[in-house]
């Protein structure tokens, strides 16, 4: 079951936002939950409990806005999918530093919406992808979602993840083409890198979100430069 919050202080256009949520999951046969919220700092409260799967986030919300609900979101590392459906366009390149999932613009809710849900469904599916993880201390089980890198060391594979690393044998090679189904991208024949971790790509070298900084081989430059294209692009609007 998916857990769903809808946070937006106008009552006629949030109910109208329910129904098209409830009537998009019921075409795809999923089980859901949806709590509604008219304030935003009930809402985070309600998250510091448990955070939904899914958060549709009005942005120009009195008391606190959808935005510095967001960066406390961002900072909390709550894993949670936000949707801003909104209609300041103009904050589109501003939301994307918190890493919303979307950003549908309120009056093309007809047209965005149904392909947001579809798409958000596909990348929770994908998200709970686990790997069993073969390394010297025993078996490891990771969450592909939690992974930041893989760098190659000579017959051995470094795993850095969110909540440390691991070693295990095997090569790069081996896993490049099963994980970019999963959002990674090879940097360097040394580096596979998980595309939602990347801040910024340079000439020659990624910087991560938490500072590390990775190399870039010529060669594959563009490649990754593209595919965090698609992924900061996937934050707006698919169907402008």
Same mark, same amino acid.
């Given at each position: 079951?998916?857990h769903?919050?809808? *946070?937006?202080?106008?009552? !006629?256009?949030?109910? &109208?936002?329910e129904?098209?949520?409830?009537? *998009?999951?019921?075409?795809?046969?999923?089980?859901?939950?949806?709590?509604?919220?008219?304030?935003?700092?009930?809402?985070?409260?309600?998250?510091?409990?448990?955070? %939904?799967?899914?958060?549709?986030?009005?942005?120009d919300? %009195?008391?606190?806005?959808?935005?510095?609900?967001?960066?406390?979101?961002?900072?909390?590392?709550?894993?949670?999918? &936000?949707?801003?459906?909104?209609?300041?366009d103009?904050?589109?390149?501003?939301?994307?530093? =918190?890493? %919303?999932? !979307?950003?549908?613009?309120?009056?093309?809710l007809?047209?965005?919406?149904?392909?947001?849900?579809c798409?958000v469904?596909?990348?929770?599916?994908?998200?709970?992808?686990?790997?069993?993880?073969?390394?010297?201390?025993?078996?490891?089980?990771?969450?592909?979602?939690?992974?930041?890198?893989?760098?190659?060391?000579?017959? =051995?594979?470094?795993?850095?993840?969110?909540?440390?690393? *691991?070693?295990?044998?095997?090569?790069?090679?081996?896993?490049?083409?099963?994980?970019?189904? =999963?959002?990674?991208?090879?940097?360097?024949?040394?580096?596979?890198?998980?595309?939602? /971790?990347?801040?910024? &790509? !340079?000439?020659?070298?990624?910087?991560?979100?938490?500072?590390?900084?990775?190399?870039?081989? !010529?060669?594959?430059?563009?490649?990754?430069?593209?595919?965090?294209?698609i =992924?900061?692009?996937?934050?707006? /609007?698919?169907?402008?």
């Amino acid at each position: 079951m998916y857990h769903i919050f809808i *946070c937006d202080d106008e009552k !006629r256009f949030t109910e &109208v936002l329910e129904k098209r949520v409830e009537t *998009c999951l019921k075409e795809q046969g999923q089980s859901y939950e949806i709590q509604i919220f008219y304030n935003g700092i009930e809402m985070f409260q309600a998250m510091q409990k448990k955070a %939904p799967e899914i958060l549709l986030l009005d942005i120009d919300m %009195p008391e606190i806005s959808g935005m510095e609900l967001a960066e406390q979101i961002f900072s909390s590392n709550m894993n949670t999918n &936000v949707i801003f459906v909104t209609n300041r366009d103009d904050l589109v390149f501003q939301a994307i530093h =918190y890493q %919303p999932f !979307r950003f549908i613009r309120k009056e093309k809710l007809d047209q965005e919406l149904d392909e947001a849900i579809c798409h958000v469904i596909n990348k929770l599916e994908k998200d709970e992808k686990m790997w069993e993880v073969q390394t010297k201390n025993g078996t490891e089980i990771l969450a592909l979602k939690n992974i930041l890198y893989i760098e190659s060391c000579k017959h =051995y594979l470094r795993i850095r993840h969110v909540d440390g690393e *691991c070693e295990m044998r095997g090569k790069i090679s081996n896993l490049e083409k099963w994980m970019s189904n =999963y959002g990674f991208v090879q940097t360097h024949r040394s580096y596979l890198v998980n595309v939602r /971790y990347m801040k910024m &790509v !340079r000439a020659n070298e990624v910087e991560l979100d938490n500072g590390e900084i990775l190399s870039v081989s !010529r060669d594959k430059a563009q490649e990754v430069k593209k595919k965090q294209m698609i =992924y900061l692009r996937s934050f707006a /609007y698919a169907n402008s």
